[in-house]
């Protein structure tokens, strides 16, 4: 979950901190803080208004005045001294923050509602525990809010990182994202159905149809908030079809508009096979539909991108790959060729509900087969081929026609 998220990602900046705070010791305050010890407590004051409170200006005085060290901090320490003391010091407001996250973690760790949990349920908490958990980050923030005078989310890489997730849009804009992101997906964990009994085809139908609903709700809230423009950017870099082709597109280099037109058409692809396909018919248009959308990814990324891509995304290329390795002149072409001729003979041999397959078409189809493998590999590597795991579809024999239905003994 995001926030959950956010907390690790909070946590391992601020150990980064606070070792290199062991590593050179304590710190004194900057000259401007020693100098002007009650101007900087008050400055910090009118640029932060949570923090004008009772106190802060002698703890900001006396932080200024002694220096501050890490050795003071402790879970138990009061926060606002300590905030107050982090400001005299010098500290910008986003490492305040992230020393906030980490003493507030140390002091929610003991109350955590998992911590009396089994080891094997600690991962998978029941509903209510999670709840618990949620409210206890969402306390959190508030208090972090509360304590630094603004809630700004912890962002380490500030502009670059909004930008690069969101696209060039206004903080406001990307603060209301942030906040929709956020609650969906708090509906996301409260809302699925309990893990009680076997999940079953018709429970899991149900869960997916849940889920695209919530999904589209998610999608309407933020073309609320965004211009047309605006949302396809966010959807480039945050929807499923965007996790897909970067994750595809691991350790192969492609310019931004390479990058769109593959995300075009695995959004087309996406958006017209929702679903699972439930007859021969459906699992025929799927094929057709995932060979045009190669040959689509074969267009853009040109053989030698498209081949290393088919390695990693195609199984049956990755299968005919590992078989054409053991023979140096067939090229990844070959290769390609090879795995699209078992995909189209396989299909074909399928045949329809109502039309199967007769026994002397099968063996017409398997001899033609045979032959252009043998165009394609030459005797040799097709022999190789016939014998191994990948290649037995060229030895099927020719299906005979099932016997008649004996009758029952109760006629």
Request: proline letters at 6%; a neutral charge.
């Amino acid at each position: 979950m995001k926030k959950v998220l956010v907390s690790l990602l909070v946590l391992s900046l601020a150990g980064n901190l606070a070792l290199a705070l062991f590593s050179f010791g304590p710190l004194a305050p900057s000259s401007s803080a020693v100098g002007s010890a009650s101007s900087a407590a008050s400055g910090s004051s009118a640029a932060n208004p949570g923090s004008d409170r009772p106190g802060d200006t002698a703890a900001a005085a006396a932080g200024a005045a002694k220096g501050f060290t890490w050795s003071g901090i402790t879970p138990t320490s009061d926060l606002h001294t300590m905030v107050a003391q982090l400001r005299a010091a010098g500290f910008p407001p986003k490492a305040i923050t992230a020393l906030l996250y980490t003493v507030l973690s140390e002091r929610m760790a003991a109350s955590d509602p998992t911590a009396s949990l089994p080891f094997w349920q600690r991962n998978n908490p029941p509903k209510k525990i999670m709840q618990e958990r949620q409210a206890a980050y969402k306390a959190m923030r508030d208090q972090v809010k509360e304590l630094v005078g603004s809630d700004t989310g912890f962002d380490p890489a500030g502009k670059a990182q909004q930008a690069q997730r969101y696209g060039n849009i206004s903080d406001a804009k990307a603060e209301a994202i942030r906040k929709i992101e956020s609650d969906y997906s708090e509906i996301r964990q409260f809302n699925q159905e309990d893990d009680n009994g076997m999940m079953t085809p018709e429970r899991a139908a149900a869960r997916r149809k849940q889920w695209a609903m919530i999904e589209q709700e998610q999608h309407a809230d933020l073309a609320a908030v965004l211009t047309p423009e605006e949302l396809q950017q966010y959807d480039m870099r945050n929807s499923s079809t965007a996790a897909t082709v970067m994750r595809n597109l691991r350790n192969i280099d492609v310019n931004e508009q390479e990058y769109t037109a593959l995300y075009t058409a695995q959004k087309a692809f996406d958006d017209a096979n929702s679903g699972n396909p439930n007859s021969p018919e459906g699992y025929a248009q799927r094929n057709a539909a995932q060979a045009q959308l190669r040959d689509q990814m074969q267009a853009i990324l040109g053989d030698d991108r498209f081949y290393t891509y088919l390695a990693k995304t195609d199984f049956n290329y990755a299968r005919t790959q590992e078989f054409t390795a053991q023979f140096p002149t067939l090229t990844p072409a070959n290769t390609y060729a090879l795995s699209k001729l078992a995909q189209e003979v396989q299909a074909k041999m399928t045949g329809t509900a109502g039309q199967p397959m007769s026994p002397a078409d099968r063996a017409a189809l398997l001899a033609d087969y045979s032959t252009r493998v043998t165009n394609l590999l030459g005797p040799d590597a097709t022999e190789a081929y016939k014998k191994s795991n990948i290649g037995r579809w060229l030895n099927q024999p020719a299906r005979r026609p099932s016997p008649p239905a004996s009758p029952s003994a109760g006629q």
